[in-house]
């Protein structure tokens, strides 16, 4: 055990000072415009995706890449609605079929009720 905690570096041989410049991975810096005229920009590492926004440093507000990229419309998916996953199953002719079975057994079902007892009734009464 002793000889072990012994067993160190040599004095001055190995520094344990981090070298902060040295290894830093690539980074780019992006530059941002607030829609009050504020300008900044925020260092991303190289490979990092850019955020089309970014709250500004001075205001607050909503600042958007000063590339002149809007972030468009076609990137943000829409929210697909119940008619749209519908839509996607079936075709106007396919519905307007399925709706003419389901009225027929809606109607079927309410002329049942309407008609006379069943046969096997009327015959014992
Ligand atoms: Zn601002």
């Not at 001075?58 to 002149?68: D, E």
């Not at 829409?78 to 519905?95: F, I």
């Given at each position: ?56 440093r001075v205001c607050g507000a909503t ?63």
């Amino acid at each position: 055990m002793a000889e072990r905690a012994l067993r160190g570096t040599r004095l001055g041989a190995t520094s344990y000072e981090n070298d902060r410049n040295t290894d830093l991975a690539p980074r780019q810096e992006v530059a941002f415009d607030c829609p009050k005229g504020h300008r900044f920009t925020v260092p991303f590492a190289a490979e990092a995706e850019v955020p089309p926004t970014w709250e500004c440093r001075v205001c607050g507000a909503t600042a958007t890449t000063a590339t002149g990229d809007e972030p468009t419309a076609a990137k943000v998916k829409p929210p697909r609605s119940h008619w749209d996953m519908l839509m996607e199953r079936r075709s106007v002719a396919d519905l307007e079929e399925v709706l003419a079975e389901r009225l027929a057994i809606i109607r079927g079902q309410r002329g049942a009720d309407i008609a006379a007892p069943p046969a096997s009734h009327r015959r014992s009464a």
